[in-house]
């Protein structure tokens, strides 16, 4: 099953810049995590409009050279928007952008929400979230596997596919 991920305005910033989830964030967008999860990046038109006033605020802080936020933007513009990222949801708000996905796959596929903020992520609670300032690639991929934490015990996986088998070769045998 696809796996739909939408990116707030923070994660594609850590995404671009570097800070404590860039490494999360770039080995979550990775080739081969997305050919392996089946895993889609959606973002919004309100994503887009913040990232850029975020990338100005960043250049009037001096926290970043005018002529990277330029180079970030153009990246983004001929590269990311549309190609990695897909742009759904024209002009709404990222609650109604994750509702109107959910209610498009019929209800059978819940997008995540990836965010570094802890108010946006308390805001959309009933999603999962995947933080990459705080999940590391293993966490991450449990979430993206619907699972909580790691099976500890092998013997138990055995145990279940040697009674699957068993069902399976009776069935056949009918």
Same mark, same amino acid.
């Given at each position: 099953?696809?796996? @739909? *991920?939408? +990116?707030?305005? &923070?994660?594609?910033?850590?995404?671009?810049?570097?800070?404590? /989830?860039?490494? %999360?964030?770039?080995?979550?967008?990775?080739?081969?995590?997305?050919?392996?999860?089946?895993?889609?990046?959606?973002?919004?038109?309100?994503?887009?409009?913040?990232?850029?006033?975020?990338?100005?605020?960043?250049?009037?802080?001096?926290?970043?050279?005018?002529?990277?936020?330029?180079? @970030? *933007?153009? +990246?983004?513009? &001929?590269?990311?928007?549309?190609?990695?990222?897909?742009?759904? /949801?024209?002009? %709404?708000?990222?609650?109604?952008?994750?509702?109107?996905?959910?209610?498009?796959?019929?209800?059978?596929?819940?997008?995540?929400?990836?965010?570094?903020?802890?108010?946006?992520?308390?805001?959309?609670?009933?999603?999962?979230?995947?933080?990459?300032?705080?999940?590391?690639?293993?966490? @991450?991929?449990?979430?993206?596997?619907?699972?909580?934490?790691?099976?500890?015990?092998?013997?138990?996986?055995?145990?279940?596919?040697?009674?699957?088998?068993?069902?399976?070769?009776?069935?056949?045998?009918?």
């Amino acid at each position: 099953m696809i796996k @739909i *991920l939408f +990116l707030d305005t &923070s994660a594609l910033l850590s995404f671009f810049i570097s800070d404590k /989830g860039t490494p %999360a964030m770039r080995w979550l967008i990775s080739s081969d995590n997305k050919m392996y999860n089946a895993t889609r990046y959606v973002i919004n038109n309100q994503v887009i409009r913040e990232f850029e006033t975020e990338l100005e605020k960043l250049v009037a802080s001096k926290t970043l050279k005018q002529g990277t936020a330029t180079n @970030i *933007l153009a +990246l983004f513009n &001929s590269h990311y928007k549309n190609r990695k990222f897909k742009v759904v /949801g024209k002009e %709404a708000s990222v609650k109604d952008t994750m509702d109107g996905m959910y209610n498009f796959l019929g209800r059978l596929a819940r997008p995540v929400l990836v965010t570094c903020s802890a108010k946006q992520a308390a805001e959309h609670s009933e999603y999962k979230i995947i933080n990459p300032q705080i999940h590391n690639p293993a966490k @991450i991929e449990l979430i993206l596997q619907g699972k909580n934490q790691p099976q500890n015990n092998p013997a138990d996986n055995a145990g279940f596919y040697q009674r699957l088998f068993k069902k399976t070769r009776m069935g056949f045998a009918l």
